[in-house]
């Protein structure tokens, strides 16, 4: 089956009319054009072919060091040469000073063509986030221009075996040495890119641990920087201790990482670790939500190629056999997909861009969950369904649709699973600064309405009542576990709603103008009426928390 091709004129026209990158005072939309157009050339013709072999052969672990799927190493010596890992950093750290937005859409491309490959590579960009956010000038000049040139990637060490969600009950210890070093002891699990042999295993590793005297919780984190490597060259104390078996993701090594007294130092102060790292932890949560999109693209390019060709059944008065293109439920299934795949584009990058102009903090504050758990949402079900258009053929590795539902199945899990999302949303987000996070969210989707066709306007208008009935009630829950999913989801079908808004206001403008038209159309009368019975879920009084222990007893 296919491999994915990278659909640039969709990627133009979102930044254009869906995200509005035009608002970056540095933006340049024909070097965008330009730069993109080269990074799909060689997203197309380099990274997409690995994407079955990384599946396929895996990552290794063979004497104590990863060892990736075959071409993953001369692709990644090509990206490198390239200067793609450096696309957004500053000229003055060895980058190319582009606008971050321009990374990101990259990040889409690698996710859609080859999902494990773009998974070892992404965490540099949030390392050097960190670093550049919260290290210390000496810090910021050893490491961004390495991890900007390609010659060192990133790890970030946070979960531990009793310490997933919970990163107040963290291990790992670090304890200050006589040399200025710090001294890491203890073990990290699900470390992506633990080890790897794209950078000749390179890496510099962002941990959090516990300082001696440090008080119980996340109050008594730290975060430090742990390179694989010291300065004379010789390996720090930090082994891979297994290579994790996953239902998909293969190519993507996921380690069980020891720190044996291994040298690092410190970011920040004392006790800042979680405060530290959320740089890294809000920058991820958006690349997920990126890796949604790409991954719910591949799903919908190999489903239109397999309903094009594939032919069953009559349509109408022809002869038949038909392609299954133009079978109503197929076409309902697509046009799922296009909508699912088109609007979260549009609606993570203009994200993105607000986050690039920091001028709308509340709205980042709720918009950053939101993306993460809606898009990968998005994924999943742009996978199954994928599976479910191709019929029995879908269920065979072949046609390499039920791989895209191995690959995204881990994206609503990690950095956060989604139900964490939701709670954050409802527990704590809608309840910052007086609401200002709502409002400023609301103000979003009025100017949305602005631009929207009449019939989508009022649509909207419905949708934005319900969410403020649900808001209501979700303000005054305390048992937040039975309602906090379906208010996220109903946040996200709004701003999905919102950004479709915005697509079909430039229809005309779009490289196919009638499938934006009736892509909209399916949006704003199959999906948006969601949001009502969504508001009515969050107004249940039922309480999970009062429900009797005996019900999940064995």
């Known amino acids: ?159 531990e075996p009793q310490a997933g969600s919970d990163l107040g009950l963290v291990r790992t210890t670090a304890s200050p040495a006589q040399d200025g070093w710090w001294r890491i002891s203890g073990s990290k699990i699900f470390i992506s890119g633990g080890d790897q042999d794209l950078t000749g295993g390179r890496i510099m590793h962002l941990v959090l641990a516990r300082t001696p005297g440090a008080p119980a919780g996340v109050k008594g984190l730290s975060l430090f920087l742990c390179p694989s490597h010291l300065a004379d060259g010789s390996r720090n104390t930090v082994q891979v201790l297994r290579l994790e078996e996953k239902m998909g993701m293969h190519g993507s090594p996921t380690c069980q990482v020891a720190f044996d007294a291994a040298q690092a130092e410190i970011i920040g102060a004392p006790g800042e670790g979680l405060k530290r790292m959320f740089t890294m932890m809000n920058a991820e949560r958006l690349d997920v939500a990126v890796q949604g999109v790409g991954l719910a693209e591949v799903a919908l390019q190999r489903s239109l ?23 109503g439920d197929v076409r309902r299934m697509l046009l799922t997909q296009m909508a699912l795949a088109m609007g979260c584009r549009a609606m993570v990058l203009r994200t993105l861009v607000d986050l690039e102009l920091g001028d ?87 100017d949305a309405i602005t631009l929207a066709s009449p019939a989508m306007a009022a649509r909207l208008r419905e949708a934005l009542a319900a969410l403020g009935r649900a808001s209501a009630v979700m303000l005054t829950r305390k048992d937040l576990g039975l309602t906090a999913t379906s208010y996220l989801r109903l946040v996200g079908l709004v701003a999905l709603g919102g950004a479709w808004a915005r697509l079909e206001a430039a229809a005309d403008k779009a490289p196919n103008p009638a499938r934006i038209h009736s892509v909209a159309a399916f949006v704003r009368d199959w999906m948006l009426p969601e949001t009502t019975h969504l508001a009515g879920l969050c107004a249940t009084q039922d309480r999970l928390a009062e429900m009797a222990e005996a019900v999940f007893d064995d």
């Open 1 to 159: 089956m296919i491999d994915y091709r990278t659909p640039l004129p969709d990627l133009m026209f979102a930044l254009r009319h869906g995200a509005g990158a035009a608002r970056l005072p540095h933006w340049d939309d024909e070097t965008a054009g330009e730069i993109l157009s080269h990074a799909a050339r060689m997203v197309d013709e380099v990274i997409a072919p690995l994407d079955p072999v990384g599946d396929g052969a895996g990552a290794r672990l063979e004497d104590g060091r990863v060892k990736m799927p075959p071409g993953f190493v001369a692709a990644y010596g090509q990206y490198a040469e390239g200067g793609w890992q450096g696309l957004a950093v500053p000229e003055d750290d060895g980058g190319q000073g582009q606008p971050h937005i321009l990374a990101s859409v990259l990040s889409e491309m690698l996710s859609g063509a080859c999902i494990t490959y773009q998974m070892v590579l992404s965490l540099a960009h949030g390392a050097m986030r960190t670093l550049a956010a919260n290290g210390t000038k000496a810090q910021c000049a050893a490491w961004i221009p390495r991890l900007a040139s390609g010659e060192v990637l990133a790890t970030m060490c946070l979960t």
């Open 305 to 327: 190629a397999y309903a094009r060709d594939r032919k069953q059944g009559r349509v109408g008065a022809g002869e038949g056999p038909d392609p299954i293109v133009r079978h």
């Open 360 to 446: 709308k903090p509340a709205l980042i504050e709720l918009m950053t969950p939101v993306c993460k758990a809606f898009a990968t949402d998005a994924a999943q079900e742009a996978a199954s369904l994928a599976i479910q258009i191709h019929g029995g053929y879908g269920f065979l590795r072949e046609y390499r649709v039920e791989q895209i539902a191995r690959d995204a199945r881990i994206t609503p899990i990690y950095e956060g699973t989604n139900g964490i999302q939701a709670a954050t949303v409802a527990g704590r987000v809608i309840r910052l600064d007086n609401g200002a996070a709502l409002t400023a969210f609301g103000a979003e989707i009025e």
